[in-house]
C-alpha cells in the first residue's frame, strides 16, 4: 500500500504540472498512471483474497485432521477395553491385578472407570481392596505431578485427570488435601485450582465448603490464582 501512495503522489505532481494542457492530455497522461495503480491494486487484493483463502482451508484441514485423530483414538481405545476385558474377568488373580495397572495405564480416558467397576462388583475381597489400592495410588501420583518442578509433567498430569478423573470425587479430596499441605508451591496451587475448575460439577459440589476454603488459602499466591479461586467459587455457589 505504500507503493500505491507513492504513484499517487507522483500523479498529483504529473497533474499539478500540466495545468496549462487541455483536458485530453490530462487524461492520457491521469489514464496512464492509473491504469498501473489498477492493476497493482487489483493483484494485491486478490493475493491477500488468496491468503485469508489458503488459510481457511489450512484451519479446516487442521480441525478435519484433529477429529480424525480423535475417532482414531477412540477406536483404537474400544480395541483395548476389549483386549482387557477377558483378563479383568478372569478367575485368576495375578491376571485380573496385572490387568488393573495396565488398564490405568495404557486407558486414559477409560482405565479408572473400568478399575472402579472391578473394585465395586469383584466377588473376592482381595481382588476389591487392590483396585481400590491402586487407584487411591494413581490419584496420589497424579496429583503429586500437578506440583511438579516440570511443566511438562504438571500438563500430562493435568490432561490424564481432566481426560479420566473429572467425575471422581475421590479425586477432588486428594487435590484439595495436598494442595492445603502444599501452599508454598505457586505452580501446584495454581493447577490445583484450574483442574477443580474443569471438574464436574456433581463431584466438586460435596466438597463445596472444602474446596471454597483452599481456595481462599490461595489468594497470597498472585492475581491469577486469586481470579481463577473467585471464579471456581462461583461456579460451586450457582449450584445451589
Known amino acids: 500500500m505504500d507503493d500505491l501512495r507513492e504513484e499517487f503522489a507522483?500523479?498529483?505532481?504529473?497533474?499539478d504540472a500540466i495545468g496549462k494542457k487541455d483536458t485530453w492530455d490530462k487524461v492520457k497522461i491521469i489514464t496512464g498512471v492509473l491504469l498501473p495503480l489498477a492493476i497493482v491494486y487489483i493483484g494485491q487484493t486478490f493475493s491477500s483474497s488468496q491468503i485469508a483463502a489458503e488459510s481457511r482451508f489450512n484451519e479446516q484441514q487442521f480441525e478435519y485432521q484433529k477429529q480424525i485423530s480423535n475417532i482414531n483414538s477412540k477406536v483404537g481405545q474400544?480395541?483395548?477395553?476389549?483386549n482387557f476385558f477377558d483378563a479383568l474377568l478372569s478367575d485368576e488373580p495375578v491376571r485380573k491385578k496385572l490387568a488393573i495397572k495396565a488398564v490405568l495405564i495404557a486407558?486414559?480416558?477409560d482405565g479408572p472407570e473400568l478399575v472402579k467397576i472391578v473394585q465395586e462388583s469383584d466377588n473376592t475381597t482381595e481382588i476389591k481392596s487392590f483396585?481400590?489400592?491402586t487407584l487411591d495410588t494413581k490419584r496420589?501420583?497424579?496429583?503429586?505431578?500437578?506440583?511438579s518442578d516440570t511443566k511438562i509433567e504438571r500438563i500430562n498430569a493435568y490432561n490424564d485427570i481432566i481426560s479420566g478423573w473429572k467425575n471422581d470425587s475421590e479425586m477432588v479430596k486428594e487435590i484439595v488435601a495436598y494442595g492445603n499441605s502444599h501452599l508454598s508451591n505457586k505452580d501446584g496451587v495454581y493447577n490445583s485450582i484450574i483442574t477443580l475448575s474443569k471438574m464436574n460439577k456433581k463431584v466438586l459440589s460435596p466438597y463445596k465448603d472444602e474446596i471454597i476454603s483452599f481456595g481462599e488459602s490461595t489468594e497470597a499466591n498472585g492475581e491469577k490464582t486469586?481470579?481463577?479461586?473467585?471464579e471456581l467459587k462461583s461456579?460451586?455457589?450457582?449450584e445451589e
Do not use: P
Not at 507522483?10 to 497533474?15: D, I, N, S, T
Not at 496420589?140 to 506440583?147: I, R, S, T
Open 235 to 238: 461456579r460451586i455457589q450457582q
Open 10 to 15: 507522483e500523479l498529483k505532481r504529473k497533474v
Open 140 to 147: 496420589e501420583e497424579l496429583v503429586q505431578q500437578l506440583f
Open 226 to 230: 486469586k481470579k481463577q479461586a473467585l
Open 107 to 109: 486407558l486414559k480416558e
Open 78 to 82: 474400544v480395541g483395548l477395553v476389549a
Open 131 to 133: 483396585a481400590k489400592e
